[in-house]
């Protein structure tokens, strides 16, 4: 019964804020302070493509808020809204120490109620224990390894969503679905719809790349074909050269391969990849949602076409609930959204829904992060940009949506090309 | 039969790079026994300034009659401003060091090796940077198998350079004071040889070497970034031990060998590519303990 009047209330303050261009508030409202949400993205060097449209999409969901009131009780007591956007990339590739420190940053200000992040699994892995000492609400729009959150029955996550939370409670929640749906989502796509059987795969044995891959390759096998290197060709992302490549791609054209996956992303160099295949394996190539920014298109020139990824969500342009947000961001930004910019966008929106329900509970008071946390958690169908969303005890969203996409290089776009939804 | 052909040819021509890469390690250390861990990062800005010409003249688009004069034009102009680079790195970082303790000017070179990868940084970004491929590309069929043009301009050229660098050092008066200063410095400055300008022509002489890997390594993989020469680096070195450090027929032989063993351990067996590295810094672990002086040997007295 709270949500109409906080979708209200924000949608208020977006008008007042639209009509006085962030003058002075309306009514009785008096404005306590300010409350901040950190953004944490890897927002240069090759990750930037991926990560700073999904940290604009965050900035967005803060800025067109301006301010965050009570929810129902306490519709008097504001707070401005300030985003605090970090980078966690080091020579422009994501770095968990990176992102550790940045969290350290958002703890260490209590006047950040909550974070919209990171971008990469490996980063959450050494974000989450930091976030969840102090009990900081975390939202990710983009990791998708599943362990992060969940304890499979097969055991293959050996405990690691325990190990993250050293309080015991959760504070981490992410808005996108999990690898466990990416990866054989990617396979389904591979074997069903491009009809390929002999897969050779490379991984960059980070988190999520490795995660990926060990999905994908479960749900290709079971779907009848072959997966040529059962090492799920790991790789070192420092070190390996496009020659390193080359060689493996020399090995797959051997064994006969007929599509290649690759689990990691642009900085992991996906792209370079996906380029030491010209002239030596020209068969499609199939990633995950690592490779969505167009970085991947300039390190793969001249051979980015028939290259595809998956995105754990919607595709936007189809949803009718993402039209006003994907003008305000081309208005703001003067650039097309990226792929998890309106997942960011719901993540930071549903933090200030939660800030606004916390003011209630803290009486009309700047709400403490274990009241803005527990009001995380309790978000039931939050219809957002991307869709509805409502976490689960592990802090995971019910939206179970993959878009695959394909590159384009003629426009320096990814088109369109299928759309998968687990129930 | 194809299978083994591409993996001999990709093992052959990335081994080129290794091995003018390893030239300069070895040709330093034979003159005055430093360990310059700068020259990994010295090939990767030969490997830029070849990629400013380029761009520069607009040579992608250049006709083919006029691109042949054009290429060695930018091969010398790459390896002369390169070679300039490596002596200005020596009079600066390493000349002033030159009686100091061993350890000293090792440092120096692990710390320039930093600065210049971070001034590449700075200048160029993190990203993967596109670099066009002016060697002839296609491939010539052998029946059963075919090899690509590009792998064999650059085992050609890699040669010629190899040949003429030996035959510098073994014909020319320069070469010989080369020789000499290698074999004993005092004796060799007591003959009237200036010991600052053979250093420095030395150091000219490997970083221009480094520079024809870079273009090489451009041209054959077409992506280059700002961190390539450590990784490169360290390959090369190992090479260069691998052969016997000091000694340049080694260090050419050195490189086309671990190039040929990087190719075939990645290409012939399912482990992953780091396995690689173990494979190859095993070697450089077994060298140093069983043949310490390597391959060849190196071709100087003891001291």
New interface residues.
């Given amino acids: 019964m709270e949500r109409p009047k906080v979708l209200a209330a924000i949608g208020v303050a977006g008008m007042v804020l639209a009509a006085c261009g962030g003058g002075p508030q309306g009514g009785s409202q008096t404005i306590k302070g300010t409350i901040k949400i950190g953004v944490d993205m890897p927002t240069s060097g090759s990750d930037a493509s991926d990560g700073l449209p999904t940290s604009k999409g965050a900035q967005l969901a803060v800025t067109k808020a301006g301010k965050v009131c009570g929810a129902s009780s306490h519709t008097d007591a504001c707070f401005t809204l300030q985003a605090m956007p970090l980078d966690d990339a080091v020579n422009g590739v994501h770095d968990p120490a990176q992102g550790a420190k940045n969290v350290q940053q958002f703890v260490s200000d209590s006047t950040v109620l909550g974070m919209v992040g990171p971008f990469n699994s490996s980063v959450a892995r050494a974000e989450m224990p930091i976030g969840n000492s102090a009990n900081l609400a975390m939202i990710s729009p983009a990791n998708t390894n599943e362990c992060l959150t969940q304890e499979p029955s097969d055991g293959h996550c050996a405990g690691q969503a325990a190990k993250l939370r050293p309080t015991g409670k959760n504070n981490y929640f992410r808005v996108c679905t999990t690898d466990l749906i990416q990866g054989p989502a990617a396979a389904d796509f591979a074997s069903k719809k491009l009809s390929k059987t002999k897969v050779y795969v490379m991984n960059d044995q980070q988190t999520y790349g490795l995660g990926i891959a060990q999905n994908f390759a479960k749900q290709f096998t079971s779907d009848g074909g072959t997966v040529l290197d059962s090492n799920l060709g790991g790789f070192d992302p420092g070190s390996a050269t496009i020659s390193d490549f080359k060689a493996k791609m020399n090995q797959a054209k051997s064994q006969g391969a007929d599509v290649v996956f690759f689990g990691g992303t642009t900085a992991t160099k996906g792209g370079l990849l996906r380029k030491a295949m010209q002239g030596i394996l020209d068969v499609p190539y199939v990633a995950g949602d690592g490779i969505s920014g167009d970085q991947f298109l300039k390190d793969a020139a001249p051979n980015a076409a028939n290259s595809y990824f998956t995105v754990a969500g919607p595709y936007p342009q189809k949803l009718s609930t993402a039209a006003t947000f994907l003008t305000d961001y081309k208005a703001k930004y003067g650039e097309d959204a990226g792929a998890y910019s309106a997942q960011a966008y719901d993540a930071g929106a549903i933090i200030i829904a939660a800030i606004s329900r916390a003011i209630d509970d803290a009486g009309g008071n700047m709400p403490t992060r274990d009241q803005v946390t527990a009001e995380v958690a309790k978000t039931k169908n939050y219809k957002g940009v991307i869709g509805t969303t409502s976490f689960d005890s592990n802090g995971d969203t019910s939206l179970k949506i993959i878009t695959v996409y394909k590159w384009n290089p003629d426009t320096s776009k990814s088109d369109f090309a299928d759309q998968v939804t687990v129930s | 039969m194809?299978?083994f052909v591409?993996?001999l040819s990709?093992g052959i021509?990335?081994g080129a790079v290794f091995a003018l890469i390893a030239l300069g390690y070895t040709l330093v250390y034979g003159i005055i026994e430093l360990i310059n861990f700068a020259h990994g990062d010295v090939f990767t800005i030969g490997a830029f300034i070849g990629l400013n010409l380029i761009a520069l003249f607009g040579m992608q688009t250049w006709s083919p009659a006029l691109l042949v004069p054009g290429l060695i034009l930018l091969f010398a102009v790459t390896m002369a401003l390169n070679g300039l680079l490596g002596m200005a790195i020596e009079r600066v970082a390493y000349r002033p060091l030159r009686n100091a303790p061993r350890l000293a000017p090792l440092i120096t070179a692990v710390g320039m090796s930093f600065f210049l990868e971070g001034v590449l940084?700075l200048v160029r970004?993190?990203?993967?940077i596109?670099y066009p491929n002016l060697f002839p590309s296609g491939s010539v069929s052998l029946g059963f198998a075919s090899v690509?043009l590009t792998n064999l301009v650059i085992v050609a050229v890699t040669v010629v350079l190899m040949v003429g660098l030996h035959q510098f050092i073994q014909r020319t008066r320069v070469g010989r004071a080369m020789r000499a200063t290698a074999q004993d410095r005092d004796a060799a400055r007591l003959m009237g040889i200036n010991i600052n300008r053979i250093i420095a022509i030395t150091f000219f002489i490997g970083s221009a070497l480094a520079a024809a890997g870079g273009i090489i390594y451009g041209f054959?993989?077409?992506?280059i970034s700002f961190?390539?020469g450590?990784?490169?680096g360290l390959i090369a070195f190992t090479a260069a031990v691998f052969g016997g450090i000091g000694n340049v027929v080694g260090a050419s032989l050195g490189g086309f060998i671990i190039g040929l063993i990087?190719?075939f351990s990645?290409?012939?067996t399912?482990?992953?590519?780091?396995w690689?590295?173990v494979i190859v810094f095993s070697i450089l672990i077994l060298v140093l303990v069983f043949r310490p002086t390597g391959l060849l040997g190196m071709r100087v007295p003891e001291k």
């Fill in positions: 194809r299978f591409d993996t990709l021509t990335q940084y970004g993190p990203n993967q596109a690509g054959y993989n077409e992506s961190d390539l450590f990784r490169s990087i190719a990645t290409s012939y399912s482990w992953g590519l780091q690689a590295d």
